[in-house]
């Protein structure tokens, strides 16, 4: 039966989280940069700033409930040798 290396499953969705978030933050840093640099008056740099706040607030409520997800149930469920996802061998 294929017995993967967990070591490195346990780091996987870390990983994974990390990626997003950086990618999560070069994504609102344009819009804001744009909208800041491009924008005539107040009202884009009101709606930059409420798009800031508000992005902030759901990355790190996000976050929070990532972070709160027992991953190394989750992983050892999925491997298991009865687990759904591998057939029993004959």
């Given at each position: 039966?294929?017995?993967?290396?967990?070591n490195?499953?346990?780091?996987?969705?870390?990983i994974?989280?990390?990626?997003?978030?950086?990618?999560?933050?070069?994504?609102?840093?344009?819009?804001?940069?744009?909208?800041?640099?491009?924008?005539v008056?107040?009202?884009?740099?009101?709606?930059?700033f409420?798009?800031?706040?508000?992005?902030?607030?759901?990355?790190?409520?996000?976050?929070?409930?990532?972070?709160?997800?027992?991953?190394?149930?989750?992983?050892?469920?999925?491997?298991?040798?009865?687990s759904?996802?591998?057939?029993?061998?004959?």
């Amino acid at each position: 039966m294929f017995q993967p290396n967990l070591n490195f499953i346990y780091y996987l969705p870390k990983i994974i989280y990390f990626v997003f978030a950086l990618f999560f933050s070069w994504y609102v840093f344009l819009i804001i940069y744009h909208l800041i640099r491009f924008g005539v008056g107040r009202e884009p740099k009101i709606i930059s700033f409420l798009f800031l706040f508000i992005s902030l607030i759901v990355f790190f409520t996000f976050s929070g409930f990532y972070n709160s997800i027992d991953w190394k149930f989750i992983i050892e469920t999925i491997f298991i040798e009865k687990s759904i996802f591998f057939p029993l061998s004959s």
